[in-house]
C-alpha cells in the first residue's frame, strides 16, 4: 500500500509541474536549438564543466563543489549559457544564462530581476553579473562571477563558479577578446 501512495505522490508532483508549466507558459530551451543574437559570437565551449552557485542566505558553513564534470557550456562575447544533458537523451537543456552588465539585451536584463531569474517563462535563470575573474574555491582554480545587486537578491546568489579542466584556454580566450 506504501508503493501505492508514493506512486500517487509523484504522479500529482508531475501533474502539478505540467499545471504550472501551461499558465506560465514555461517551455524547455536545449543548447543544440540556440540561436546567437545579431552579432553575437561563440568564444569557447566546454562539455565537461561544472557550474555552482553560493547562496546569499541559508549557505552551510563549509560548501563543497564536486567535479563531475556534466555541464556544457558555450561562452559568447555577451553571455555564458549553462547547460545539463537531458537524462536518456542527446540533447542538453539550458539551466541558466549569465549576462554580463552592459553586454546582454534589455529582456535578459529583465529577466534577471524577476522571480527566480526570470525562469517561470522562459525556461531557465538569468543571471547578471559583473566581469569574471579567475581565482581558487576548495584548492581548485575556477571562474567566479559576482551577480549585480538587482539580481543576486532576485536569486538568493551570492556568487556563481565555473570549474573546467580547460581553464588555461578561457583565461587566454577572455584575454584576447
Same mark, same amino acid.
Given at each position: 500500500? $506504501? ?10 508532483? $508531475? ?57 556544457? $557550456?558555450?561562452?559568447?562575447?555577451? !553571455? ?55 581565482? !581558487? ?33 578561457? !583565461? ?6
Amino acid at each position: 500500500m $506504501v508503493i501505492v501512495y508514493f506512486l500517487a505522490a509523484l504522479a500529482g508532483i $508531475v501533474l502539478f509541474a505540467l499545471i504550472v508549466n501551461r499558465l506560465t507558459g514555461t517551455r524547455a530551451s536545449y543548447l543544440e536549438a540556440l540561436e546567437l543574437g545579431p552579432g553575437e559570437r561563440e568564444l569557447w565551449r566546454d562539455s565537461g564543466a561544472d557550474f555552482g552557485l553560493r547562496p546569499r542566505t541559508g549557505s552551510a558553513v563549509a560548501l563543497s563543489f564536486p567535479r563531475l564534470r556534466r555541464h556544457s $557550456v558555450l561562452w559568447t562575447d555577451r !553571455r555564458l549559457v549553462i547547460a545539463n544533458r537531458v537524462l536518456g537523451s542527446q540533447r542538453h537543456m539550458i539551466t541558466h544564462q549569465v549576462v554580463f552588465d552592459g553586454m546582454g539585451d534589455a529582456s535578459a536584463q529583465a529577466a534577471s530581476r524577476e522571480l527566480a531569474g526570470g525562469f517561470f517563462g522562459r525556461g531557465f535563470s538569468t543571471l547578471v553579473a559583473r566581469a569574471p575573474r579567475f581565482q !581558487r574555491v576548495n584548492d581548485r582554480d575556477c571562474v567566479c562571477l559576482v551577480p549585480s545587486e538587482d539580481s543576486g537578491a532576485a536569486l538568493n546568489v551570492l556568487e556563481a563558479y565555473l570549474f573546467t579542466d580547460r581553464l588555461t584556454e578561457l !583565461r587566454a580566450v577572455l584575454e584576447a577578446h
